[in-house]
């Protein structure tokens, strides 16, 4: 809590804490990651997370108060965001799930997005929500609307957790967004590093190396 919010009075009163204290709460700041050289900053704890997907739900419910939603999981970031929206939304929820994959995302090259796992079941007339752990560039959400589109859904909407506004390169947006984020490399609640890291409850920034230089630097 910073001086101006706490009152000067308060601040003044306020005992200096002990060295010891101000390393432990350092600690709390940057955790350890899984291997030496990785470090964890918590970006969004759990708390806000929950918070946060209830009230997308209820915007969400808001507007589609009797339609039996289908939610399409983008794998495989997506599984825990799906997971705790499904709970929340309540009403009629069906899932489906689908696989893409990406080249060249952040260089120079195509930026190329391809199907690795088409959905199980047909979305024609249906009411369709995409739902991404996190929107970067935005070429996989481009290409996933053009492709849902033409199967000619009732509804079709986007709801995202994470979105690094400052990384996009096309010109699509979410109708449902979490939190806007900075332009760091965040691992937990689905999002990982090599695979590791998606069971995390809180979205971390990963930090590598002594420097805390992050992945994406
Ligand atoms: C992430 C995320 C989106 C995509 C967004 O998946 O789940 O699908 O990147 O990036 P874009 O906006 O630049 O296209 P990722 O490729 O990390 O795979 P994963 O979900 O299996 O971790």
Known sequence: MSCLRMGWSNFRFREKPAVGKIRSQRKTKEQEGHRPGEALRVLISHARIRAKVVEMAREIRRDFPDDTLHLIGV???????????????????SFDFLGVSSYGKGTDSTGEVKLTKDLDVGIEGRTVLIVEDI??????????????EERKPK?????????????????????????AI??????????????????????????LGSRGKTKNE
């Open 182 to 207: 900075p332009n760091e490399f965040v691992v937990g609640y689905g999002l990982d590093f090599d695979e590791r890291y998606r069971n995390l409850p809180d979205v971390c920034v990963l930090q």
């Open 155 to 179: 509804h079709l909407r986007v709801a995202v957790l994470l979105d690094k506004v400052e990384r996009r390169i096309t010109d699509v947006k979410a109708d449902y967004t979490g939190f």
């Open 135 to 148: 929107l970067d560039t935005g070429l996989t959400l481009k290409y996933l609307l053009k492709l849902f």
């Open 75 to 93: 794998l495989k970031g997506s599984i825990l965001f799906l997971a705790d929206l499904a709970r929340a939304l309540g009403g009629e929820v």
